[in-house]
């Protein structure tokens, strides 16, 4: 029987609660402005869970150095450094180069997933960035165009957002939409006429904001593809893709699909920045690195790094609850003396970012939100976790590793989330912000 995963139903049911089938947008009379924040979290089984983050301890705690202002040969990604050869002038730093496009300082920027604008002027919350998950295939469960009257709900929700003075992301999470895993959807023919006239339809609609707009590409799906072979090669694994216009000379394969997702982008909607979220679940950084290289991964605008997306505490009580029965995160040592440690997974997205080429800046998301505590576990909307407290405390290491922004979230409906978290976020992300932020490198 067909299911819609978990983290897709999440999001399905938070979308529906706050804007009906087909219904409207913006708040008026003075109401906020709803701006989904997605509970949805990770489903799956094993260590898929965890969110691409790996458990094995990572040697040392250093990043990767010797990165240079990125060149990009896609043509039209924004990864390149654009100093020129003439007049001596230094290339500019692909974080930088992005921070400028999305028209914020340069600083590592700070997001957040929101229900609405009420919730963040409540605390005096602005956050750089605002994210919500695009779910589902119509006919196949149902899917985000059905949320409002012709997909208008990336208008309505890139708007929103846009007037409060932060940059939206969609998580483009479509391939579960006929049961998560089910990787043999992408040559069914039906499923993926549906699959790309909906992804057409995105970056229609972001082509008409003529604004920038950030878009992660299908979390979890490149684990799963990777998983049906032994060789993990995409390049094997069959995938409808030539039939579409702007991809007529790409192969027919799972790789071929995500090189679409980046084309179809780049002519539709210039304005589209792009970022592909490798999962770690067949290999080493290095060796996935490589794979999502015939994936188009290196020719994206930047890389989706993440975490977990849970907090810690609820996989240390028993039973877990649900949403945390799955997965082995533990409590990070914030003093990177033992693993699991916040170093470990720099390295960790330092090697893969070496790995890929191309020099792209990384992106975190889906960031845990949990309050710091000497006593394991909690409860819902209470489970301990140090890693907001550690990223907006420690976040020029994050800079350092060529980080352009950090986007926190719960990724499950009973996690730590701005309403339950004592006023943290608001306090530290202030603080941040009050020192002048994290420089760019």
């Known amino acids: 029987m067909d299911i819609l995963s978990r983290r897709c139903a999440s999001a399905l049911v938070a979308s529906l609660l706050l804007f009906g089938c087909g219904g409207g947008g913006g708040g008026g009379g003075g109401a906020g402005v709803p701006l989904v924040g997605s509970p949805a979290g990770q489903g799956g089984t094993g260590t898929q869970s965890d ?8 040697s040392g705690g ?19 450094g654009n100093g020129g050869t003439s007049g001596g002038s230094a290339p500019v730093a692909a974080t930088v180069a992005l921070a400028n496009k999305l028209g914020k300082p340069a600083r590592v920027l700070v997001g957040l997933s929101a229900n609405s604008t009420d919730d963040l002027k409540s605390q005096d919350i602005h956050p750089d960035i605002v994210e919500h998950y695009l779910v589902g295939i119509v006919g196949y469960n149902g899917g985000w165009p059905d949320w409002n009257a012709g997909g208008a709900y990336v208008t309505i929700f890139a708007q929103a957002a846009q ?41 229609q609609l972001i082509a008409k904001l003529d604004k920038p707009v950030l878009i992660n590409v299908e979390p979890d799906f490149w684990g799963f593809a990777a998983g049906k072979r032994s060789d993990h090669d995409l390049t094997k694994l069959p995938a409808r893709v030539s039939g579409q216009p702007e991809c007529s000379t790409l192969p027919d394969t799972v790789a071929g699909l995500g090189q679409c997702v980046v084309q179809m982008g780049r002519k539709i909607a210039p304005k589209a920045l792009i970022g592909f979220p490798p ?57 990177n ?24 800046p990384i992106l975190w998301w889906q960031t845990p939100m949990g309050v710091p505590s000497d006593t394991p576990g909690g409860t819902d909307g209470h489970y301990r976790d140090n890693r907001v407290d550690y990223m907006l405390t420690n976040t020029q290491e994050y800079g350092d590793m060529h980080t352009f922004g950090i986007v926190f979230g719960a990724g499950w409906g009973n ?24 420089a760019l490198k």
């Open 51 to 58: 969110g691409g983050q790996s458990n094995g301890a990572q």
């Open 62 to 80: 250093g990043q990767s150095s010797g990165d240079q202002a990125a060149g990009n040969n896609s043509g039209s990604g924004t990864q390149g």
């Open 163 to 203: 007037a409060y003075g932060a940059v939206p992301m969609f998580t483009l999470y479509q391939m579960t939409a006929n049961g998560e895993g089910n990787v043999g959807t992408t040559d069914d023919v039906a499923f993926m006429d549906k699959y790309w006239g909906q992804v057409r339809l995105m970056y």
């Open 279 to 335: 999962a770690f679940w067949n290999g080493t950084p290095s060796e996935i690195g490589a794979m999502m290289q015939t994936a188009g991964a290196n020719q994206a605008d930047f890389i989706v790094a993440q975490t977990s997306d849970r907090d810690a505490g609820c996989r240390e009580v028993t039973p877990r609850p649900d949403g945390c029965q799955n997965g082995s995160d533990r409590y990070w040592d914030a003093s």
């Open 337 to 360: 003396k033992t693993s699991p440690n916040f170093h470990d997974s720099q390295k960790q997205y330092s090697d893969y970012r070496a790995a890929l080429g191309n020099g792209l």
């Open 415 to 438: 996690q730590t989330t701005i309403a339950t978290d004592g006023g943290q976020f608001a306090r530290l992300s202030a603080q941040y912000l009050a020192r002048g932020g994290a």
